[in-house]
């Protein structure tokens, strides 16, 4: 432990809803002894959130810090191991606090899925946290874990049998049930705003590789567009229309790869589907949903439709009952081909709400991870992934929480 640092983990944001809920899963299941702080901009709010969790939170310290405050913010930093971040949208006032953190040599994590933000995260603070060896960790939540480390299960899988390299996969959701949050819904509006009024970050949403820490040294593989129809997919044997999370997942993965040394391969390439079976039924389930997908992006865009949708759809800060976040759940199958010509199958599933009640725990793992297993992490600092911060030990840890991550061989026969 540092003997300089005041708290291990801090959870900035703790009076929103993710916040609570990530904070509720450390009073329960974060080792005795673990040093956890709640930040946020008020103390009576905080304090509140405290007097919620129990007698294990009781003695926890509050910190009030604001994302317009960069003082509170470097001030934060300096107080925790690791700060863990709830305060979205993040695009672009959360740039504010990575930087404090890169500056201080403190961990970070978020629950960004904003490829604009995690672009800017690295331009401006990549060098800065690997001097310092800040591990600034993007994507800890339903994205992009589940991608990010089913892809590097597979990987681990295909070289323990020396079957070459990884080439063509794909991640099928296969299985999904959970609520949707107003947090969420500022997220995607604030980035289809940018996206709409700047052509030049028009083109960094657009590109496949927008994250890569070398835009030259990419391979030019093709077929590495987000899957924007429907279309039967004979490899996985489905019906597949689009996975509105695949705009993050890929380049998050494709990230990964890259600081690897492209340990995946670099024929790798890799898209993200959403399943619905096969046969006539999937082909209309597919479109179907694909339609109604089409339907909200395109209300989302445009003010007016903007405003109609308002009405029904949750406001920031709101998010799914209790009763839903129980009851919700992922399944994801990876389907890979290797260079040796082998096909593998990866599985990736857990339980409760994927946006809350699952990201709470792969949110509030990581921040431990990061905080408690520092000598079995890779040594490096710098805006990471999942993968490369933590990799195996967060795997191992999310597997102890009941999360599935599995990869074999595919069976003889069966769809690679």
């Given amino acids: 432990m540092d003997s300089d640092r005041e708290l291990d983990v801090a959870v900035f944001g703790a009076t929103g809803f993710a916040g609570r809920l990530v904070a509720a899963y450390l009073a329960e299941h974060a080792p005795n002894g673990t040093r956890i702080g709640l930040a946020g901009r008020s103390a ?53 606090l990575v930087a ?9 994590a978020d629950l960004s899925g904003e490829v604009l933000f995690e672009r800017e995260s690295i331009n401006r603070y ?104 429907v279309r039967y997919d004979d490899s996985v044997g489905s019906w597949v229309g689009p996975f509105i999370m695949a705009s993050i997942n890929t380049r998050v993965v494709r990230r990964s790869n890259a600081l690897q040394d492209w340990a995946y391969g670099r024929r790798f390439r890799y898209q993200e589907v959403t399943g619905f079976g096969p046969g006539p039924a999937g082909s209309v389930r597919a479109s179907t949903f694909t339609a109604g997908l089409g339907a909200l992006a395109a209300g989302l865009a ?16 709101e998010g799914p009952s209790e009763k839903t976040r129980r009851n919700g759940y992922f399944r994801m199958r990876l389907h890979a081909r290797t260079s040796a010509g082998q096909h593998y199958v990866a599985e990736v599933a857990g339980r409760g709400d994927p946006g809350y009640q699952a990201t709470a725990v792969m949110f509030g793992e990581s921040a431990l991870c990061l905080a408690l297993d520092p000598d079995r992490l890779p040594r490096r600092g710098g805006v990471l992934t999942p993968a490369t911060a933590m990799g195996p030990v967060l795997a191992g840890r999310l597997r102890s929480a009941a999360m599935t991550l599995t990869a074999e061989p595919a069976a003889e026969g069966g769809a690679g």
């Fill in 302 to 317: 445009f003010r007016p439709s903007r405003r109609l949708l308002s009405r029904v759809l949750p406001d920031p800060g």
């Fill in 126 to 229: 990549h060098d800065v946290a690997a001097r310092t060896g800040a591990r600034i960790v993007h994507s800890c939540g339903f994205d992009s874990i589940p991608s990010d480390l089913g892809v590097l299960t597979l990987h681990e899988a295909v070289s323990a049998a020396g079957d070459g390299d990884l080439e063509d996969t794909t991640l099928v959701v296969t299985a999904l049930r959970g609520g949707f949050s107003g947090g969420t819904l500022a997220s995607v509006i604030a980035q289809v705003d940018e996206v709409r009024a700047n052509p030049q970050r028009r083109r960094i949403a657009a590109d496949p590789y927008a994250l890569s820490p070398d835009r030259s040294a990419e391979p030019q593989l093709g077929r590495e567009r987000d899957l924007t129809r």
């Fill in 44 to 96: 009576a709010r905080l304090e509140k959130v405290r007097a919620g969790l129990g007698d294990t939170a009781k003695d926890w310290p509050l910190l009030v810090a604001d994302s317009a405050d960069p003082a509170s913010l470097a001030a934060l930093a300096r107080s925790a191991r690791v700060v863990a971040t709830t305060v979205g949208p993040y695009w672009p006032q959360g740039l504010a």
């Fill in 100 to 108: 404090a953190c890169a500056d201080a040599g403190t961990d970070y």
